[in-house]
């Protein structure tokens, strides 16, 4: 068993270790005893007076708090599989058709150098041709260009039209009985239009059709490109 020394210390011992604490602890028992318990609060302690250094380190982590474990990123995800394909939606219904044109560009002889398909030419006499467009282009714009379609001489006048009524003038020299609708005359003068001459051209009937009233044009005229 451990052994307990019971020795009372002398007079002398007690007296010499009060003067003792007296000497060492004098002033802050004294500033201790002048201060009542819970007196001093935040408007007793100046800003800034209580410094990081002034308080020990488990107090610091106490106002701090423990920080939590670091959390673990997560891997990425596997990308998702690919839905299913819609159902095709339905046609929509087609437009109207645009203004189109059927056209040729026609040599000085008569033959055609460039068309844009289904169109013959036919060359009577001098001056003279007849475009047949294969379909009624009676109600339909038709447009003439005298043109340098191997020809690169001086011309005069040019004039096109439909062989059918409203637009024609009866009796036009070549236009043919059957079908004048389908068939457009085109007549050429030369420079001063003193006389008709093969020229190039370019001719076209234009979409949509026109409407109207047809109209007669009281017979025959006379004129370079009537029959005599």
Not at 99 to 122: E, L
Not at 154 to 180: E, I, K, Q
Request: contains cysteine.
């Amino acid at each position: 068993m451990r052994r307990i020394l019971r020795h009372r210390p002398s007079p002398a011992m007690v007296i010499a270790c009060i003067a003792l604490g007296v000497a060492l602890g004098g002033t802050s028992v004294a500033a201790i005893q002048a201060l009542p318990r819970n007196s001093v609060g935040t408007a007793q302690i100046k800003n800034g007076a209580v410094t990081k250094k002034k308080i020990n380190k488990k107090t610091l982590r106490q106002l701090k708090g423990n920080r939590g474990p670091r959390g673990l990123t997560g891997a990425p995800g596997a990308a998702g599989a690919q839905g299913i394909q819609g159902i095709q939606g339905i046609q929509g219904i087609q437009g109207p058709a645009g203004p189109g044109a059927r056209w040729a560009a026609v040599n000085p002889n008569g033959t055609i150098a460039v068309q844009s398909g289904g169109i013959t030419v036919a060359h009577p006499s001098t001056g003279v041709y007849i475009v047949n467009f294969g379909a009624d282009v009676s109600r339909e714009l038709i447009t003439l260009t005298p043109g340098t379609v191997n020809d690169g001489s001086f011309r005069g006048t040019a004039v096109a039209s439909s062989c059918a009524l409203p637009a024609s003038t009866p009796g036009l020299t070549g236009c043919p009985a059957t079908n004048p609708q389908n068939y457009v005359f085109v007549g050429e003068l030369n420079s001063g239009d003193t006389a008709v001459g093969d020229h190039g051209f370019y001719v076209a009937a234009i979409l949509p059709a026109g409407t109207g009233t047809t109209i007669s044009s009281g017979g025959s005229k006379s004129g370079p490109f009537n029959a005599k």
